[in-house]
């Protein structure tokens, strides 16, 4: 176990507290930016793609992971900052100016979905994003003089400073700024008053309310923060699919985001990536192993949706923490090593909690 | 004329929102599970229906009940063996569990049949009655009596019989309820079996009129509507609620512009949560803290 014996307050404020880390990090960030000199185009494009679906699942922690909101219908605001991103471009707006505007609006319409939708909780909120999703899907769909209805739209080449960063190595780096960006942002909001507030507001709304935290307003902002994010992820989802059409931004697209939130782990950003990495990883996965399974199952386009179930099923029985918390088991145990104990993360019994009002 | 017309075919497709959303009510009240795999379920039986009655040729009040029970005793196994171990965990975990679990049945189903659509026949399928001025396809009548026949039998059931008023306190009040030697988690089982075999009854009244295909889960999104609208947690608001969407939606179809039809019960269901969240006949709306 390492223990950190802080001399001054700087110390104790900094992100990462172990000359490891700082090692580790340091080694991960010299390996991200060398990736795609090294790799082939391919690879570099699939990484890119990680790299925006962990934007959009960090946008959904935000909600979810942090604050306690369910929102089954996050690729609405995907699609909203995908579209809202082509359409800025075609109008003549500069790259930077596109994609604050399409994470603003997102966010926009993340204020007015969540105004409403914070005074109904739990599930209903669930279902109200859910519906919401379906809606825009459709509208999208129908609306076809702003977004090419079903046939579709293209989307501009993203160009800085005359600079084109259509090519995958110039978008990759796009991408992982953005992405770092966000997460260090993330990771120092999280840290601070409103983060905890979030986490409070999640915990116990009767506590967070006699602490003096406004649960509505809370809520509100963490809807906001999350659309935005999530609508960023989507206007670089634009760029990455190149096309734009309603199916794209289905349902299932919703449910990817919500596995890897849930599989990475509630309550952490590192799980929001690492849960973007495995959803993200998943499809490709399969299709590799595709060859070595009986025709006639691999033949059909079920086994992909039968492997996500069964992996949010097990998840969800036999690991509730998520990645993350298999991660942190596995970092305890390397730790403490001779002396690691397993009922150090052993969950109290827990009864039925009745979550209806009597 | 029209009018009426529309209200019998509106009545009918709700009485089937009804059925599923009933289903949803009950596994809800015992075990505060939303099912979100109950859509799946119902096509998981429809698809059953299918090979019992086209693949080994059996006739339809034979495969009718054996679909049933074959549904019924999967959905049991399926609260004894997975939905238990998540019990007293947040709600969350129910919804994530169910929605694997609906991805799991969507994905075994497409693999064991292949993603085309297919049909098979009722002794009802392609009778026509004239019922005064309108003609009512003979399905659509089956379907409204057989869903009044199943909400009479429901509600003798629960409010008649030992084992019914048992269910109905464990829904209550599970604690209360097992210290009077009520054996909660068995009941609990049973209502799953109960409403995994009234989903198979609207698989099996839906799939003649559509098809059977994948796409049945759909029904559950349209009955979550009706289960807002009516009241959540409250049966015989999923009932009002599931024949007020069907209703709305059929007058939609040739009221509204374009194609309104298709997503009118998510407006009703986004509008009913947020400005008037209690529903038709649900209970006080609330959380405890």
């Not at chain 1, 096309?243 to 931004?249: M, V």
Request: proline share 4%; aromatic share 10%; hydrophobic share 55%.
């Amino acid at each position: 176990m390492r223990f950190a014996y802080d001399t001054s307050y700087r110390e104790s404020r900094r992100l990462l507290r172990f000359a490891s880390d700082r090692a580790a990090y340091a080694l991960l960030a010299v390996l991200l930016a060398a990736a795609p000199f090294v790799l082939p185009v391919f690879y570099v494009g699939e990484l890119t793609y990680l790299f925006i679906f962990a934007l959009a699942s960090l946008g959904l922690m935000v909600l979810t992971g942090y604050t306690g909101q369910v929102s089954l219908g996050h690729a609405a605001f995907l699609a909203i900052g995908a579209y809202a991103e082509a359409l800025l471009l075609n109008a003549g707006w500069p790259l930077p100016a596109s994609l604050a505007a399409a994470a603003a609006l997102s966010g926009a319409a993340g204020l007015a979905i969540g105004m409403p939708a914070i005074r109904v909780s739990g599930l209903y909120l669930a279902m109200v994003t859910l519906a919401f999703a379906i809606l825009l899907e459709h509208a999208v769909g129908h609306w076809s003089s702003l977004t090419g209805g079903f046939t579709g739209m293209a989307v501009p080449e993203p160009r800085l400073a005359g600079v084109s960063l259509g090519t995958p190595t110039g978008f990759y780096f796009l991408c992982l700024a953005l992405l770092a960006a966000v997460l260090l942002a993330l990771v120092n909001l999280m840290r601070g008053h409103l983060g905890r507030a979030f986490v409070g507001v999640r915990d116990s709304e009767a506590a967070a309310w006699g602490l003096g935290i406004r649960v509505p307003l809370v809520k509100v902002q963490a809807f906001v923060l999350s659309a935005a994010i999530t609508g960023l992820a989507g206007a670089l989802l634009a760029h990455q699919t190149k096309y734009l059409t309603p199916d794209g931004f289905g349902m299932m697209l919703s449910m990817q985001l919500v596995l890897a939130v849930v599989i990475g782990g509630l309550g952490s950003l590192r799980g929001a990536i690492l849960g973007a990495i495995l959803i993200g990883l998943l499809p490709s996965f399969i299709s590799h192993l595709k060859p070595f399974l009986p025709d006639r199952i691999a033949k059909q386009f079920g086994l992909e949706i039968f492997v996500f179930g069964a992996v949010l099923v097990g998840f969800v029985l036999f690991e509730p923490l998520g990645l993350n918390g298999r991660w942190q088991k596995l970092r305890a145990f390397f730790e403490t090593f001779p002396l690691y104990r397993r009922d150090t993360f052993r969950r109290g019994k827990a009864y039925m909690r009745s979550e209806r009002y009597k | 004329m029209q009018v009426l017309q529309l209200a019998i075919n509106g009545v009918s497709v709700g009485a089937i929102y009804a059925l599923v959303a009933l289903g949803l009510t009950l596994t809800y009240k015992a075990t505060e599970v939303l099912n979100f795999a109950h859509g799946d379920v119902l096509m998981l039986a429809a698809f059953i229906g299918w090979g019992l009655i086209v693949g080994w040729h059996w006739p339809f009040w034979l495969a009718l009940p054996a679909t049933l029970a074959l549904v019924g005793i999967a959905a049991y196994g399926l609260e004894r063996g997975v939905m238990r171990r998540i019990a007293g965990q947040p709600q969350f975990a129910g919804v994530m569990l169910t929605i694997g679990l609906a991805f799991m049945i969507r994905g075994a189903v497409s693999m064991g049949f292949g993603p085309e659509s297919r049909k098979f026949e009722t002794p009802f399928s392609g009778h026509t009655t004239h019922l005064g001025p309108v003609v009512v396809a003979d399905l659509n009548l089956a379907i409204i009596g057989a869903v009044l026949a199943v909400t009479a039998a429901l509600f003798v059931f629960l409010t008649r019989t030992r084992l019914g008023v048992a269910i109905q306190a464990a829904s209550q009040d599970q604690l209360a309820a097992y210290l009077s030697g009520i054996r909660v988690k068995r009941l609990n089982s049973l209502v799953w079996g109960l409403a995994g075999a009234l989903a198979a009854l609207a698989g099996m009244l839906l799939s003649p009129i559509t098809l059977v295909d994948i796409s049945l889960w759909f029904v559950l999104l349209k009955s979550l509507a009706a289960l807002v609208l009516g009241g959540f947690g409250s049966a015989p608001g999923a009932i009002v609620g599931g024949l007020l969407i069907g209703l709305i939606e059929s007058f939609a179809g040739v009221y509204a512009p374009g194609a309104i039809k298709d997503v009118v019960a998510y407006i009703v269901l986004i509008v009913v949560l947020v400005v008037w969240p209690r529903g038709l006949l649900g209970e006080a709306h609330g959380r405890r803290v």
